[in-house]
């Protein structure tokens, strides 16, 4: 038998008191199912509470709860004598006997308070629930015949059916298998001739090949961000009254269609939807990714007053937090927007920080770099460094010519490296420690900004007045907010750093705990510290002076601080690469520090100077005058004035480089978040501070996030709990999604609610494999799709047995494929396709097949019907507007999409028979059929021409009885009647 791990033990041991079976803890158990929801909170009916033991003494309306001299005395005895609570169903007798006894041994209570979610009942989820437990790492079912297992799910899936004594389909035939898995994973049919190759190839490889090819295709990421879209409620136009059309929406589909073909880790895939301007800077997609936070529907009337507003903001963010809580997660949060969650364990509470964590997302228009004048930027670049570093070969000669230059001692430091010689401190023996990915290599201290630390031993006296120091070269430009060097306590929460472009891009700064003592130096953006070194400095007067010095010049103009901090003995280090602990989000530092020095005093501006003279990383003007010759200055001035023209060249770019507008999330700073009573915006109570939704097992848990944390900080954080590989929500979640896509229904059948009212797991054991193995893949989409179309499981017939459709009806337990109608995208494309109408342009703006009218500051969107093949790209790229009439595809339950669309309705109606056949989309391709298909003119009979259609649109031939039918209409009426007639076939229309 599996047992269970060591941390899930210590979890029931500690979190879930009310599991022990002593008297005492079964009296809670009864207490939190049959009374605690009127009876605890603010206030509980009759004014009695019953969370705690002096509540229970204090009692209500009628008199104590229990008396303390007597406990048989009191409101609870006589309610338990009378038989009357809870109203509509009083306790059973055992329950009823068992409390009174509990009663009679002092009405104990094993904790200080009782938690009404500390345990599932009959009416609702508790901390305990199944999807909040962790992630769990089950044996293969060893009851299974080897014969029916492809992939490790199938063990579990046949040992389901085996317990149920259902029997699992024969294997479909090929020409089914083929057709089923190029819908399925691309949204169109295979040709006839991918269908002809798949038959022929009866190696073992035959069918893994085809899957291969198809994961490999553009198509792929089409067709599976379409699923993707549904869920995050994707719409290109506002909603509500106005529902003005969002033009520059488009850029967030087309980098979900990247991403899913790059087989982007799907941790990395939310993370930059939440918080990629700070986890992922220098990634220029993530302002794209940020389009997620956006997508949603967006008030715009808002009228003069200010609880007006207010609703109106109120009601975006329970938006926001229902998309995140429901996608990642699978929990409704949003249900406790007014008052704790009914049915789930999350408080009123829970959802405020929540939404803290997100106050500080705007809807907007962000400027993104123009990708052709990004590449003439990086050619640039790439031409300085080229020639910078032809400039560091001719000074290397006066450099050698010169010999070592003792460093003149200005004042002693506390503390002194040359990251190119190693990681002694050759000055206060402080001894380094390397984490992450930091390294040491002849160029430096190398930080790759993701994970990358060096962390000194704890200094030996206090430290005030200071000079921090450092020769640096810069990774990128693009980067927001690491640290270069920095003094701070052990646990961060006091520091002081040289820190570039946390408030100011491209600016270096004085970063400090809550930016107690960091003002604008007001200097010039950086352009050179990617290429080559640079030296910086930052001094800490005593009078709260601080000065900062690049390239032994004042950088921008000093400031007057509030005054210095002290940095203790004992308890504060010198860190490299980071600007604070922890060491995540954007406090990290990508480049290499070539030397860094600290000093106990102020150094004045000629002692800077002086360093930066002195320092063997550069040589004076003099120097070289004095060490090179003739031939070497001329060809050193050349080489510069080819770098001024090269700089000039850059700022010119830069400044166009911006005139590429997307609709994204806008950053703002963070407006307090006030708890509403009952969610009213007329009664805030408390602030509230950014926090996570409790899920008891895993640490991440634990996570806190500063009460006066930026936005961005805010996201990462919240983005990393999400992500965090304990978290056992986050897995199930997407792998449930993947499974409900390629069977029609998932492993638990309500995609975005794991919570009391969602459906239960079918296969449990199933869901918790696939889920390990997901990360164990590094959270690779398409490893996990391979993974489940491999699978016997899938490659099932979809023939129905009588006897098994009365054990399992609805082929929960999948004993056969369960065969269901393409969604309505897939129709038009398939149809488009087959048709020889199809045009594949990728990405860029959409096609609008819709007539747009402006009323009185309204939109409106009317559609048209027309064959054009600009209108004939995959139906991802189609323009959507919410609420309007999607035309055909309304009729084939394409979801409005002004809300999520976790799990698409299934209907069946004559509206869709009467749309397809006698529609105008369907009349205009079987007309044109034979101009888009030019083979098909060079057919000289009748019978050649019905192969070619049955081919091209069913992927097989026509049998014997079809031919003749297909014959005598086709020599009456032509081949277009013929084509409408197939392309209206279950045949056609249905995954089978």
Known sequence: MLKPPLFLIIFLSTSMVVFAQSPDDVAMKIIVENCLDCHSGAKPKGGLNLSTRENLLKGGDN????????????????????????PKKPLDKTSSAHLKNWLTSGAKYPTTKIDIFSTTTSKRAGKDWWSLRPLQQPLLPSSVDHKYAFQPLDHFIFDGLKKLDLKPAELADRRTLIRRVYLDLIGLPPSPEDVADFIEDKSINAFPKVVDKLLALPSYGEKWARHWLDIVRYGESDGFERNAPRPNSWHYRDWVINA?????????????????????????????????????????????????????????????????????????????????????????????????????????????PNETIVKQLIKTNEEKAELYKALSDIEKIALTKMGAKAESIISKPIAQWDFRKGDKDSQGNLTLKLEGNAKLTPKGLELDGKNSVARSST??????????????????????????????????????SIVFAELESAKWMAGSNFHNRTQSFKGMPENEAH???????????????????????????????????????????????????????????????????????????????????????????????????????????????????????????????????IYSAVSVSPSPTKFLNRGQVTEPGIEVAPGNIPVPSFPGNLTKIAPNSSDPERRTALAKWITAKENPLFTRVIVNRIWHYHFGNGIVDTPSDFGFNGSKPTH???LDYLSQSFIDSGFSLKQLHRTIVLSRTYQQESKPSADSLKKDFDNRYLWRWAPRRLDAESIRDSALKTSGTFNQEMYGPGFSDYKTESNNGTTYYHPIEKLDFSLSRHSIYRFTPRGANQGLLDSFDCPDNSSAAPKRSKTTTPIQALAFWNGPFTQNLSESYSKNHPSFDALTSTDQKINHIFNHLLQRPPLDTEKSKALALVEKHGVTPLIRAILNTNEFLTLE
Do not use: W
């Open 63 to 86: 008199g104590p709860g229990i008396e303390i001299n007597n406990f048989l005395k009191g409101q609870m005895k006589d309610v338990l004598d009378e038989n009357r609570m809870p």
């Open 260 to 368: 899913l073909n790059a087989d982007m880790p799907y941790d990395q895939f939310v993370q930059m939807q939440i918080a990629g301007d700070r986890i992922f800077p220098d990634s220029s997609d993530s302002i794209l990714a940020m389009g997620f936070l956006v997508a949603g529907i967006h008030n715009t009337v808002l009228g003069s007053n200010a609880d007006a507003k207010e609703q109106a903001r109120q009601d975006e963010m329970e938006d926001l937090v229902s998309s995140i809580g429901q996608t990642f997660l699978g929990l409704t949060v949003n249900c406790a927007r007014c008052h704790d969650h009914k049915f789930d364990p999350i408080t009123q509470h829970d959802y405020y920080q929540m939404v803290a964590n997100l106050s500080g997302v705007r809807q907007g228009e962000r400027p993104i």
């Open 459 to 496: 200094l030996k006296n206090d430290l005030k007045e200071k000079t921090l120091e450092a020769v640096v070269i810069l990774s990128n430009l693009e980067q927001k907010g690491g640290g270069a060097i920095t003094v701070e306590t052990t646990d961060g929460n006091l520091f002081d």
């Open 531 to 661: 290429l080559k070194p640079i030296h910086l400095a930052i001094t800490y007067s005593d009078d709260g002076k601080i000065t900062a010095y690049r390239n032994g010049k004042t950088y921008g103009a000093p400031y007057q601080s509030k005054g210095l901090a002290v940095f203790p003995a004992n308890g504060s280090i010198i860190a490299f690469g980071i600007r604070h602990e922890p060491p995540s989000g954007n406090h990290l530092f990508a480049g290499t520090i070539l030397k860094a020095r600290v000093f106990d005093k102020a150094l004045n501006s000629s002692d800077i100077s002086k360093l930066f003279e002195e320092s063997e990383v550069f040589i004076s003007e003099n120097d070289l005058t004095i060490n090179l010759n003739q031939e070497q200055i001329v060809l050193r001035k050349t080489i510069k004035d080819k770098i001024a023209k090269l700089e000039s060249d850059a700022r010119l770019l830069s400044s166009k480089k911006g005139n590429a507008i």
């Open 764 to 766: 449990p054991e199933l």
